[in-house]
């Protein structure tokens, strides 16, 4: 909230949707939403710090809490990985699956912090009138998270198949290897390449900035009188812990489909 | 919603976290829970070797107790055995020796008898003798009967 006594709903709605941004040169595309990026890198450095602590002391003997609880993380991720992606998991695509876990995981979970009060204390405490917590609900967070997916496979893709096995692929897969059907094959697979980075990033960030506006419009209804303070703690306290459902399943969803794809990728038809 | 230069922040970022992931986070865990998989399976065989040698060493020692009560059994019917052979031995040589001298009680009471019927016969003879010389008076010289008087004594 900023310091001006009367707010329109709109002005309330907007002033939480706008980014602290730092502009790096000319153009819009040379604009840094620095709260997006500065939030990411401490939840990742939370989190991957996190694991990297409890790996430190790890011991094959009996592990203590946190150990314990990593190797929960862990293990858990490791059993969806080894479901789906049939090779030497351990080199890359666990890892990979476990930090999208658990930075997506804390990215997302910025999302509980109450908007109003993480306002003031920005605004007072470290002087910033605008600063988003929640980066995944920044479209540029998802769409990095998903472009780099998008690159790993194509980089395994090529890894595994050779230049000639993925220009062969992109001809002659799905529907086969006839000429007169390449520029079928070719079409299906461009269309694929193209949704999977949109529907990866964008199901993600819709889904938290829906969480996000779903809140401000419940505080904003709690702004409007008794009556509406009371509905909007209910409903809000009720969305919160919907949220935590929403928060947890699209980060495994994200983490998941991350999976998937670098699978497909080693796959050769 | 606009694309700009945080995507590219936002991706260097990830590449870096995943680096990280791979190179710090992943490959010690994995093997401190391999190792200690390893160290479960080695325990379970462990226990279910320990177990089978317990069995095994148990069977053993019923059959080393079995043998020894058995043996046990023998050698305690044996010493009953001996035990009462001993004390008929000993009834044998009791009754052997209680016989020996009953025979010889018998020998020396017959021998005493006999002696005494000696004695008795010469006492018999003397006073025979004696009563004849008193009815006789002189007229028996000992000396020139002394034939007839010991063949008498001896008829007596």
Known sequence: ?269 | MNINLTLVAQAVSFAIFIWFTVKFVWPPMLRAIEQRQKQIADGLAAAEQGRTALERSNREAEGVISEARGRATDILAQAEKRGIQLIEEAKAAARAEADRERAAAKAELEQEISQARESLREQVAALAVAGAERILKREVDARVHAAMLSDLQKEL
């Open chain 1, 1 to 269: 909230m900023s310091s001006e006594s009367t707010l329109t709903p709109t002005e309330y709605i907007g002033h939480h949707l706008t980014n602290f941004t730092a502009q790096t040169g000319q153009g819009s595309f040379w604009t840094l939403h620095v709260d997006s990026v500065v939030m990411a890198l401490v939840m990742g450095v939370l989190g991957i710090g996190f694991l990297w602590l409890a790996t430190r002391g790890a011991t094959a003997g009996v592990p203590g809490r946190r150990q314990a609880f990593v190797e929960l993380v862990f293990g858990f991720i490791d059993d969806q990985v080894k479901g789906i992606f049939h090779g030497d998991r351990h080199s890359f695509v666990a890892p990979a699956a476990l930090t999208v876990f658990v930075w997506v995981l804390l990215m997302n979970a910025m999302d509980f912090l109450p908007v109003d009060i993480m306002a003031w204390i920005y605004e007072h405490v470290f002087h910033l009138h605008n600063w988003r917590q929640v980066p995944t609900a920044d479209v540029n967070t998802t769409f990095a998270l998903a472009l780099s997916v998008w690159f790993l496979m194509i980089y395994f893709s090529i890894k595994v198949k050779g230049v000639g096995g993925f220009i062969h692929e992109l001809f002659c897969a799905p529907f086969g290897g006839h000429p007169l059907l390449w520029p079928a094959n070719l079409l299906f697979n461009l269309v694929e390449y193209i949704s999977k980075p949109l529907s990866h990033s964008l199901r993600l960030y819709g889904n938290m900035y829906a969480g996000e506006i779903i809140f401000l419009l419940l505080w904003l209804w709690a702004a409007t009188g008794l009556a509406g303070t009371v509905f909007g703690a209910i409903l809000g306290a009720g969305w919160a812990i919907f949220h935590i459902l929403i928060v947890v399943l699209q980060a495994f969803i994200f983490m998941m489909l991350t999976v998937v794809y670098l699978a497909m990728a080693h796959e050769s038809h």
